[in-house]
């Protein structure tokens, strides 16, 4: 299996344009999770989906962050308008119901708002 | 609300050593704990998982213990090695399965 595949891997991009993170699950997997990480306030959990459909956003930051799953395969995270406070790495982790102990994260989408 | 607490935030030990890192959280109704691993660069990875009903878990040179009363982790790394060295996350599973994680200890396990 390719694990969980995120991209872009990296991006640079002006205060005020819009950024789409995506992300590909592993197959079969019925948990989505969206994470940030950043060195001031570490892992935080912004949203996460069970069978395509958001559980809890309470994590979300603002108004400007939105996050999809149109279906089991892929999921995006939106930011529009970008701030440099959005600068950070977002990760994508997916895992099955039942196996909840076992979950798999991406390698990152490292996001620089300049 | 949940939080999680690890101790210390960086440690530095020369090769060979055994090494503790403290996890504390303060919410005792847990799911799970987890312990990761991020390199540089890179994503998490699983090392050991105990259950809210175990006391411990084993996996080669990694031991990792829970007393959930007094809501405590603590990950034994035995016989330290360079390729040890990464940051080491805490997490607990609350009921509605998110995932809480600490900021983490980083290690550097110098040759």
Sequence with gaps: ?114 | KQEVTQIPAALSVPEGENLVLNCSFTDSAIYNLQWFRQDPGKGLTSLLLIQSSQREQTSGRLNASLDKSSGRSTLYIAASQPGDSATYLCAVMDSSYKLIFGSGTRLLVRP
């Design chain 1, 1 to 114: 299996d390719a694990g969980v595949i995120q991209s872009p891997r990296h991006e640079v991009t002006e205060m005020g344009q819009e950024v789409t993170l995506r992300c590909k699950p592993i197959s079969g997997h019925d948990y989505l999770f969206w994470y940030r990480q950043t060195m001031m306030r570490g892992l935080e959990l912004l949203i996460y989906f069970n069978n395509n459909v958001p559980i809890d956003d309470s994590g979300m930051p603002e108004d400007r962050f939105s996050a999809k799953m149109p279906n089991a395969s892929f999921s995006t995270l939106k930011i529009q308008p970008s701030e440099p406070r959005d600068s950070a790495v977002y990760f994508c982790a997916s895992s099955l119901r039942g196996r909840l102990d076992t979950i798999y994260f991406g390698e990152g989408s490292w996001l620089t708002v300049v």
